[in-house]
């Protein structure tokens, strides 16, 4: 007999400690941490209390008990009354937890606003920084023609050391095609082709097309895309390999030295 009520004690006692663990949870979602939830869930149970009942039933050490107590006294759900030389603390009723919360969330909205006051600021400030820097490589005949079918999306690219090896890689066909594409999306192309370069894809001049002819001793060996602040290197021999690198300030580098290049051929 003794033993089965040992075990119901135990059982009891697992049951109390699991809703008291769920109260405890609750009460956090007030936005309470969980040591002040333990002191003001304990307060609660016992209406008002003193610190040292408050260390017994909570079982912490007693500089966390009156901490915590501090914090809930700040937050208006307890407050204190002087017993001759001690104080007694005590829980306030339902509706200080509404006046909590109505605090808590004008606090939360004033935040915000001034959140959103600083957003001006904070983008103005990041634009003075440089972008991130993205690079990604590409290999074999695929990966080359995934990179130049990107230039298919822009309105506007420019292509320093347009070569045969580019026509040998990837074929008439899909030059062709490609140009078939830019036309149709009415996308200018501004090329700047190596002077020993012999035109099989029907390569002309037009409104959409700017072309010029690289000096001899200008001829490129690795050819540049460049678009949307966005630079591609590009080199045929051997296995074909492409780096894109996403980045304005590199985009606006080449872009530059495409300028000076044009102003060079004819």
């Known amino acids: 007999m003794s033993v089965a009520l040992y075990y119901d004690s135990k059982y ?12 405890i949870a609750q009460i956090q979602t007030l936005g309470l941490n969980k040591n002040e939830a333990k002191v003001y869930l304990a307060l609660l149970q016992k209406k008002q209390a003193y610190a ?5 039933s909570v079982g912490v050490h007693r500089n966390i008990i009156y901490d915590n107590l501090e914090k809930l ?13 001690k104080r007694v603390f005590v829980a306030q009723d339902a509706s200080a ?3 909590y919360l109505d605090a808590k969330n004008a606090a939360v909205e004033k935040e915000t606003q001034t959140a959103k006051k600083l957003l001006p600021q904070i983008t103005a400030l990041l634009g003075t920084h440089s972008q991130q820097q993205n690079v990604t490589v590409f290999r074999g005949v695929k990966g080359i023609k995934k990179v130049c079918n990107m230039l298919l999306d822009s309105k506007e690219f420019w292509v320093i050391g347009v070569s045969n090896a ?3 890689v990837l074929g008439e066909t899909y030059w062709r095609n490609f140009n078939i594409k830019c036309k149709d999306a009415k996308i200018y192309q501004h090329l700047l082709y190596n002077a ?27 050819e540049i895309m460049c678009y949307k602040n966005t630079a591609i ?34």
């Open 12 to 23: 009891i006692n697992e049951k109390r400690s699991i809703i008291c663990e769920m109260d």
């Open 52 to 56: 040292a009942e408050l260390v017994r």
């Open 73 to 85: 006294i700040e937050k208006g759900l307890v407050s204190t009354i002087v017993d001759g030389t």
């Open 97 to 99: 937890v509404g006046d």
């Open 166 to 168: 580019s026509v040998r």
């Open 196 to 222: 020993d370069f012999k035109d099989t894809v029907s390569l002309k001049s037009t409104k959409l097309n700017l072309l010029r002819k690289l000096p001899q001793e200008l001829i490129q060996v690795t």
């Open 233 to 266: 290197l590009a080199v045929y021999s051997g296995e074909p390999i492409a780096v894109v690198i996403e980045d304005k300030q590199v985009f606006e580098s080449f872009r530059k030295q495409f300028e000076f290049l044009w102003k060079l051929s004819k």
